[in-house]
């Protein structure tokens, strides 16, 4: 009886990587123990975990390769692995961290390419153990290179360093509020706690200087010297962001009024959600018609959810939308200026209204006031009325 000639050890390798590279849930195994063994990608949220599929997904797909191949990482893989770590450098997820995601994924790798082992001789898996070990070596040391130039480079330039904190925290690149505290601690500054992040333009943008001086000349008009925290400036397009003490949204409308600018100011949202912020603002400046704009007014979270929700994109409930616009106007307490604006609104004019609720028309106008002081929204401006009633009118 003639036995049948062995494979070559390549050849079985060959069949394992693309069998595993078919099957999607090895990188999600991979995925789920990184994000459950490493705490900083714990801390990952949903916004974040599709980069690490996608590097998991590359990393895997070369790691498999080079086991196949008997191959070595080449230039071009150590290039990607420093421009990951200095990526991970600029965002704060320390490095360590980075490096151990490395060694869970090595492990959940040759735990799956066990579980085909029957298809394997043992020179596959003395290879396989050859390569992890000599890959996460190289990468180890190209990562920490890169990650310790980063950060002395960012560190060397703070200004650049506080521009790309700012920028990070628009896209949405940080691990956690923890991380970002670590970030800012070590360049020395503490970042606002509530916060304003105030998006502006020029009216007539062309000619316009939005060079990073002229953002940071901006900067310093909103901000008093001395505070305990660190105001931020980047350019975005033809944008400038900056995030602010949440009190500086009371006079930035005037600082902006001043020098033709107009802006969207957001402080309702929490330090992990500057992205969240950075996009109704930029929304609301996209879609807001030109009435809805006042020299020395800011458009506020209340203006950038009722664009959202005009829009057909809502990000927030309806109710919230009603509370932020209406605002004490909502309390039992007040239901008398509510009924006031619903007849305003409803009817066309002072009188009319007093009319409908038996009142002088002297006092549904003080009502009228009385709203616009509240409110700081002025039941007679057409986009500010949009506002309220599209508020009282969700709310009900």
């Not at 099957?23 to 980069?51: F, I, M, S």
């Not at 000619?207 to 975005?236: E, I, K, Y």
Request: hydrophobic share 45%; proline share 6%.
């Amino acid at each position: 009886m003639t036995s049948k000639p062995a494979r070559k050890p390549s050849d079985a390798r060959e069949r394992v990587r693309q069998e595993m590279a078919a099957d999607p849930g090895v990188v999600e195994a991979v995925v789920a123990a990184v994000h459950e063994q490493v705490p900083v990608y714990a801390a990952l949220d949903d916004r974040r975990l599709p980069e690490v599929r996608a590097i998991a997904a590359w990393g895997l797909d070369r790691l498999l390769h080079l086991w196949a191949t008997d191959g070595a990482l080449d230039p071009s893989d150590l290039r990607r692995f420093r421009g990951i770590a200095a990526a991970r450098a600029a965002d704060g997820r320390p490095v360590q961290a980075v490096l151990r995601a490395y060694r869970v994924a090595a492990t959940v790798l040759t735990d799956e390419i066990a579980a085909r082992a029957p298809r394997l001789a043992a020179a596959d898996a003395f290879a396989l153990a050859r390569m992890l070990l000599s890959t996460l070596d190289t990468l180890s040391e190209e990562m920490a290179a890169a990650y310790a130039t980063t950060s002395e480079d960012l560190a060397g330039d703070r200004d650049r360093a506080l521009r790309l904190l700012l920028d990070d925290l628009i896209a949405g690149r940080h691990a956690s509020v923890g991380a970002l505290t670590d970030r800012a601690a070590r360049l020395g500054v503490q970042l606002p706690d509530p916060y304003c992040l105030l998006v502006a333009e020029p009216v007539a943008p062309d000619g316009a200087d939005m060079s990073h001086d002229a953002v940071a000349a901006l900067l310093d008009a909103l901000t008093a010297p001395g505070g305990d925290t660190t105001a931020l400036a980047t350019v975005r397009g033809s944008r400038a962001v900056l995030l602010l003490p949440a009190a500086a949204a009371a006079h930035a409308g005037s600082v902006l009024g001043g020098q033709s600018w107009r802006g969207c100011a957001i402080s309702d949202e929490s330090l992990d959600r500057v992205a969240v912020a950075h996009r109704l603002a930029a929304d609301a400046l996209d879609t807001a018609p030109a009435h809805a704009h006042h020299p020395g007014r800011l458009l506020t979270d209340a203006d950038a959810h009722v664009l959202a929700l005009l829009a057909g994109h809502p990000a927030a409930a309806p109710d919230h939308i009603g509370r932020l616009v209406l605002g004490p106007l909502a309390d039992p307490g007040r239901r008398h200026l509510l009924e006031a604006l619903t007849a305003y609104i409803d009817t066309g004019s002072a009188s009319a209204a007093a009319r409908a609720l038996h009142l002088h028309p002297q006092s549904l106008r003080y009502r009228l006031r009385r709203i616009h002081d509240l409110t700081g929204r002025d039941p007679r401006d057409p986009w500010q009325r949009l506002t309220l009633d599209i508020a009282r009118t969700i709310r009900a």
